[in-house]
């Protein structure tokens, strides 16, 4: 299974575009990179997922470079409810291989 | 409204106890998951079906079993409940199938203490 690895913690302001980079460097050929979001009490809610270049959604937006290697999560002009823990995670699904959670990006959005 | 439900949402066991989680969805999906979730740490898996009539370990399978009772239900079992068990259970679903990873559909997780 690929690893991934992310900041532990970002901080940002209403409005803001934010910016959530993860890194897989072990990524497989058949792997799809996949972004989850987390509010307290909650289980994970799938955002976006992608395999190269850009994906947009009503959500959010998903950059992965040419080698795969990494990938970013855009978010458009958070707001205080987008506070939450944000998952990447790398995997693909051939055979209901399972995913593995790291600990996420703790999203804080001030006023 | 469609989705994983999960029952019951909290529980209170003594340590020795047993009880079993109990986990469905409306979905059709062919995979299902159990995780757990300790305070201010990711998930990670306990268990998984990936389709009816299988079962399968994950990272920490120790001290629980499944059932997979068909294609709607996975259950989660703890014969001898203990305080390392206390945690957020979460079952969640997929379709498991194709090249393509799906999302995952999460229900809304049971809190358990063990004392």
């Known amino acids: 299974l690929a690893k991934t690895t992310q900041p532990i913690s970002m901080d940002s302001y209403e409005g803001q575009e934010v910016n959530i980079t993860c890194s897989h460097n072990n990524i497989a050929t058949n792997d799809y990179i996949t972004w989850y979001q987390q509010f307290p009490s909650q289980g994970p809610r799938f955002i976006i997922q992608?395999?190269?270049t850009k994906v947009t959604n009503e959500v959010a937006s998903l950059f992965i470079p040419a080698d795969r290697k990494s990938s970013t999560l855009s978010l458009p002009r958070v707001s205080l409810s987008d506070t939450a823990v944000y998952y990447c995670l790398v995997g693909d699904s051939g055979s209901a291989r399972q995913l593995t959670f790291g600990s996420g990006t703790q999203l804080t959005v001030l006023p | 409204n469609a989705g994983v439900t999960q029952t019951p949402k909290f529980q209170v066991l003594k340590t020795g106890q047993s009880m079993t989680l109990q986990c469905a969805q409306d979905?059709?999906?062919?995979?299902m998951y159990w995780y757990r979730q300790d305070p201010g740490m990711g998930l990670r898996l306990i268990y998984y079906?990936?389709?009816?009539?299988?079962?399968d370990k994950g990272e920490v399978p120790n001290g629980y079993n499944v059932s997979r009772l068909n294609k709607r239900e996975f259950s989660l079992r703890l014969e001898s409940a203990a305080p390392s068990q206390t945690s957020v259970y979460f079952c969640?679903?997929?379709?498991?199938?194709?090249?393509?990873?799906?999302?995952?559909?999460f229900g809304s997780g049971t809190r358990l203490t063990v004392v």
């Open positions: 079906s990936a389709s009816e009539g299988t079962t």
């Open positions: 992608g395999y190269k």
């Open positions: 969640a679903s997929s379709t498991g199938t194709g090249k393509k990873l799906n999302g995952y559909t």
């Open positions: 979905m059709n999906h062919n995979s």
